[in-house]
C-alpha cells in the first residue's frame, strides 16, 4: 500500500498563479483533511471532508479551495497564490469520518511563492 | 475554538525518562491526540485517549486527565532517535487542533 500520496514534493509559484496539490490516499479512508505548517505554528487546519461530495472548512481557508469527487483524492487549490501561503502543506486521512482514528500523513508539498 | 498549551522544547539524555504536558481548552471535546514529528519528514500518529487514565504503548504513554483538561505523553528509555517534535492534538467530532509543538532534544 502506498497510503496517502502528494504530489509535488516541491513548488514555486510566482505571486497571483494558481496551481492545485494533488492528494491521494488508497486506504479506503473516509475523512481526508488539508494542513499547513509554519515554523512555530503547529500545522492548522485548511480544509476536511469526512467522505466523498463533503467539504468544510477548517481554520484557516481563505485563498484555498477543495473537492472531493471521489473517496481517494483530496486535491487542494491555490486560486490565485500569496507569499502569505508560503508554507509546507500535508494531506492526511483517517479511518472512518473521524480525525479522532489516527492520522496518516502524506509526505508533504513545500511551497514557496515569490 | 480550541487552543492548546506545551512547553516549546524539552531536553533529556539517553535512558532517561521524560514527560511532555499539554493543556487545553476546547468545547465538543472527542480525545487527545499525541504526534511525532522528524525533522523534515511528516508527522506520525502515537497515541490517543478518548477517557481517562493511562495508555501505554511500548516505551511510550500517554495520560489524559478530562476534569483538568490535561494529558502528557512520557517517554522511557529515551534514545537518541526519540529528538524530534511531539504535538498533542484535541479532537472535536470533525476536527483535529494541533498544539504548536515541543522539541525533544536527546543527548548522549
Known amino acids: 500500500n502506498a497510503g496517502v500520496t502528494q504530489t509535488p514534493k516541491f513548488q514555486v509559484l510566482k505571486t497571483g498563479q494558481s496551481m492545485t496539490l494533488q492528494c491521494a490516499q488508497d486506504?479506503?479512508?473516509?475523512?481526508m483533511s488539508w494542513y499547513r505548517q509554519d515554523p512555530g505554528m503547529g500545522l492548522r487546519l485548511i480544509h476536511y471532508?469526512?467522505?466523498?461530495?463533503?467539504?468544510d472548512q477548517g481554520e484557516v481557508p481563505n485563498g484555498y479551495n477543495v473537492s472531493r469527487s471521489t473517496t481517494e483524492d483530496f486535491p487542494l487549490r491555490l486560486l490565485s497564490a500569496a507569499p502569505s501561503q508560503t508554507s509546507v502543506y500535508f494531506c492526511?486521512?483517517?479511518?472512518?469520518?473521524?480525525?479522532?482514528?489516527?492520522?496518516?500523513f502524506g509526505s508533504g508539498t513545500r511551497l514557496t511563492v515569490v | 475554538g480550541q487552543s492548546l498549551e506545551q512547553p516549546s522544547e524539552v531536553t533529556a539524555v539517553e535512558g532517561a525518562i521524560v514527560q511532555i504536558n499539554c493543556t487545553y481548552q476546547?468545547?465538543?471535546?472527542?480525545?487527545l491526540s499525541w504526534y511525532q514529528q522528524h525533522d523534515g519528514g511528516a508527522p506520525t500518529f502515537l497515541s490517543y485517549?478518548?477517557?481517562?487514565g493511562l495508555e501505554e504503548t511500548g516505551r511510550f504513554s500517554s495520560f489524559l486527565s478530562r476534569s483538568d483538561s490535561y494529558g502528557y505523553l512520557l517517554l522511557q528509555e529515551l534514545q537518541m532517535k526519540d529528538s524530534a517534535s511531539y504535538f498533542c492534538?484535541?479532537?472535536?467530532?470533525?476536527?483535529?487542533?494541533f498544539g504548536k509543538g515541543t522539541m525533544l532534544l536527546v543527548s548522549p
Open positions: 492534538a484535541v479532537g472535536s467530532r470533525s476536527t483535529l487542533t
Open positions: 486506504m479506503n479512508h473516509e475523512y
Open positions: 471532508s469526512v467522505g466523498a461530495g463533503i467539504t
Open positions: 476546547t468545547s465538543g471535546f472527542y480525545g
Open positions: 485517549n478518548a477517557l481517562d
Open positions: 492526511a486521512s483517517s479511518q472512518g469520518n473521524s480525525p479522532n482514528y489516527g492520522y496518516t
